[in-house]
């Protein structure tokens, strides 16, 4: 709160982010659990080897034995031994469309998770809090269904092209001119795959000798991209301005790492909301940081579009910014648009390149017409410019459910991480057996929530992940909470003590490592 | 009444140490392995307690007292 002064005025609201301190108590027994279940993986692990017990899971042939081995590393031991007792919470088969209420087929496992076997039993409007629905534009009924209908009786499913040779409809120039009117950018580019969009987008863009300066938690495809790009990569810690102008200091300073040879470009490679934190990105200051060194920045908004900002139009708008400070601002369709596919929009000189240059572009089919077509009707639902102010209810809906539900949600006295802000609500759970516990005891009383783990987050820190709708009515969210509260007394899970560590405020050294009270 | 929370309660305690030590995830035979080890164990350090802890402390009175004793007659000799 008292980041308005500190960093002379850049931010025009409050920016309330916290992340609770694991309590000591809580971590120990987190490890005496996973210290256990790594015994017992050993144990089975040998009955396994000497064939006291039937082997369930990939081995290499015999004749390969001699070679390298490829199951011997920790993930597959962690797979083997530890993933398998609670893998009845993923995977798990809906056969609806995944809106505010769901349905499952019931599945069960006579053998410990190994196999699965259907009961034929659906079980029927379950809450869902797991689907990433932010404006509840994933319906079966309604304006964008009809229009989708409309344009695949007209074009058809498939585009049986890349967007270079024959896939290039008119209705992707009218989807493109349309971003860039939302974003409030010269030109948008959009492509069928939001991973696609990142990793085949940002070896475009940067090359060997560029330096990519990246973030701690991002996002695979970003990683994976900047990998692929063949530049240099230095991780800045997450969200931390002091130690990002460290890396962008030394940079410049030093320049290349034997030749001394400047840099020829510098990216800053950032999300809008970071999904497995709830976090939003200090964009005031990274656009300071980057105009004063002379960088680029790709912002990455995939789930803050649409989610964030008093209309919609993401995290630019929610820090009341202008669009043409960033670069390359790179989103999804598959969160708050209910489609699939991604888009970049920039400058016109930049998407012009990118028409030409993007392996997305020359390799990828396009984007299908009647997916077009609903993120068409969506965008222009969200602007208004269908006639009617059901887009600017519900992403006001979607606000006022954040607020409410992270406030109840601290109430009770649970560990939440991430912004006031952030529709993605990250429920702190530590030990092992929890995560399977929580996912049980939930849908059994009706409610679907993701729970995650190693090795998407860090070993102890696993968590369970709601994601709010603007579908979400109160009764709904209330049943929810109410469930929640339940399960969190059977399984002990209040661990707040209401001790919110204050952000890092002081000037970065060798010293600070973690952000501890004073 | 009373009985009944009672029992409540130590089956709620029960499900905590399950899911804390994470035998909530285990197989049978894996779960009657580990109750089996942990209740040796346990049997064992308290049986070791019954037995050596009233020597260790009726030694260490004595030791006290001992030690209590000698400043008593010391002090009693300077007043003198």
Not at chain 1, 251 to 267: C, D, F, S, Y
Not at chain 1, 376 to 395: L, N, P
Not at chain 1, 449 to 467: D, H, K, M, N, Q
Request: neutral net charge.
């Amino acid at each position: 709160i008292n980041h308005i002064v500190h960093n002379g005025g850049l931010y025009k609201r409050p920016f309330n982010e916290a992340f609770e301190e694991t309590p000591m108590l809580v971590a120990v027994l987190t490890y005496v659990g996973y210290g256990v279940l790594t015994l017992f993986g050993y144990l089975r692990d040998f009955m396994r080897q000497w064939k006291i017990e039937k082997c369930q899971n990939a081995t290499e042939r015999e004749e390969q034995k001699d070679f390298v081995p490829l199951y011997q590393d920790f993930e597959n031991f962690y797979n083997r031994n530890l993933y398998t007792r609670i893998r009845d919470s993923w995977n798990r088969p809906i056969c609806s469309v995944p809106g505010a209420k769901v349905d499952m087929m019931e599945r069960v496992s006579h053998d410990y998770n190994w196999t699965f076997t259907y009961t034929g039993r659906v079980i029927k409007d379950i809450i869902n809090m797991g689907s990433y629905n932010y404006l509840g534009f994933a319906q079966k009924t309604g304006t964008c269904q009809e229009a989708a209908d409309k344009v695949l009786s007209q074009y058809g499913a498939g585009v049986c092209s890349t967007r270079q040779e024959m896939g290039n409809l008119d209705k992707h120039e009218e989807l493109e001119k349309l971003v860039a009117r939302f974003l409030g950018v010269e030109s948008a580019m959009a492509y069928g795959m939001g991973f696609a969009t990142n990793s085949m987008n940002i070896p475009a863009l940067v090359g060997k000798g560029c330096l990519i300066l990246s973030d701690e938690l991002n996002h695979a495809s970003l990683v994976l991209g900047a990998r692929l790009s063949g530049a240099t990569i230095r991780i800045f810690k997450h969200n931390n301005m002091q130690s990002l102008e460290k890396l962008l200091k030394d940079a410049i300073v030093h320049g290349q790492p034997r030749t001394r040879r400047p840099w020829k470009k510098i990216l800053i490679l950032v999300e809008g909301i970071y999904s497995m934190e709830g976090s939003i990105v200090r964009l005031p200051e990274v656009i300071a940081l980057k105009k004063k060194y002379k960088s680029y920045l790709y912002l990455d908004e995939a789930h803050s579009i649409g989610a964030l900002g008093p209309s919609g139009r993401g995290v630019v708008e929610y820090f009341g910014l202008s669009p043409e400070d960033v670069d390359v601002m790179m989103g999804t369709f598959t969160k708050s648009f209910g489609a699939a596919g991604g888009y970049i929009g920039g400058k016109k000189e930049l998407i012009d390149y990118l028409r030409t240059y993007s392996h997305s572009a020359v390799y990828a089919t396009s984007l299908s017409p009647p997916v077009v077509e609903q993120i068409i009707t969506s965008m222009k639902c969200i602007m208004g410019e269908d006639g009617t102010t059901v887009g600017e209810a519900r992403v006001q809906q979607l606000a006022e459910n954040t607020r409410y539900f992270r406030r109840r949600l601290k109430e009770m006295g649970f560990i939440i991480y991430g912004n006031e802000d952030s529709p993605v609500v990250p429920l702190m759970l530590y030990m092992p057996a929890k995560i399977g516990a929580f996912g049980r005891e939930m849908l059994k009383r009706n409610i679907g929530v993701v729970v995650v783990g190693f090795p998407a987050t860090p070993i102890i820190e696993s968590r369970a992940r709601f994601c709010l709708s603007a579908a979400h009515t109160k009764e709904m969210l209330d049943t929810a909470l109410k469930e929640i509260n339940e399960v969190g007394d059977l399984l002990q899970l209040k661990y707040s003590r209401h001790r919110l560590v204050p952000l890092l405020d002081r000037p970065f050294d060798e010293t600070t490592y973690e952000e501890t009270e004073d | 009444m009373d009985i009944k929370s009672m029992k409540n309660y130590l089956y709620w305690l029960y499900c905590q140490f399950e899911l804390i030590t994470c035998s909530y995830l285990m197989e049978p035979w894996e779960k009657l392995l580990f109750y089996t080890f942990n209740i040796t164990m346990l049997v064992m350090v308290l049986y070791a307690g019954y037995i050596f802890v009233p020597v260790h402390l009726s030694m260490a009175f004595q030791f006290f007292l001992h030690l209590f004793g000698n400043q008593h007659e010391n002090t009693v000799s300077i007043v003198k």
